[in-house]
Nanobody, 120 residues
Framework: QVQVVESGGGLVQAGGSLRLSCAAS????????MAWHRQAPGKQRELVAL???????TYKDSAKGRFTISRDNAKNTAYLQMNSLKPDDTAVYYC??????????????WGQGTQVTVSS
């Protein structure tokens, strides 16, 4: 199986920055994409940013120009650099990894989430 671990969340003032990390481990044959989602209290989980194995990226409209997703393929790690943070960015951020593991099956794996709180 594949394990996904997020880190880097915390409390920051509006206008500040945070960098989240997502590390995938296990019997991974290949990773198709890595993505960051978030879920605020009382709201549905939503996609924030995604990066494919080829480096193509997709962003939620409100994240464009403020957030940057990147990945280190050698380390099976993705990052989310978040700048100009707003109170509306407060949520639990989850990493999702779409990977093929040693059994040959393509599947999505979630981490446990990391809390991001932006104070006004």
């Amino acid at each position: 199986q594949v394990q996904v671990v997020e880190s880097g969340g915390g409390l920051v003032q509006a206008g500040g920055s945070l960098r989240l990390s997502c590390a995938a481990s296990g019997r991974i044959l290949s990773i198709r994409s890595m993505a960051w989602h978030r879920q605020a209290p009382g709201k549905q989980r939503e996609l924030v940013a995604l990066i494919t194995s080829g480096g193509s990226t997709t962003y939620k409209d409100s994240a464009k120009g403020r957030f940057t997703i990147s990945r280190d393929n050698a380390k099976n790690t993705a990052y989310l650099q978040m700048n100009s943070l707003k109170p509306d960015d407060t949520a639990v951020y989850y990493c999702n990894v779409l990977a093929v593991y040693s059994g040959g099956t393509l599947d999505g794996y979630w981490g446990q989430g990391t809390q991001v709180t932006v104070s006004s």
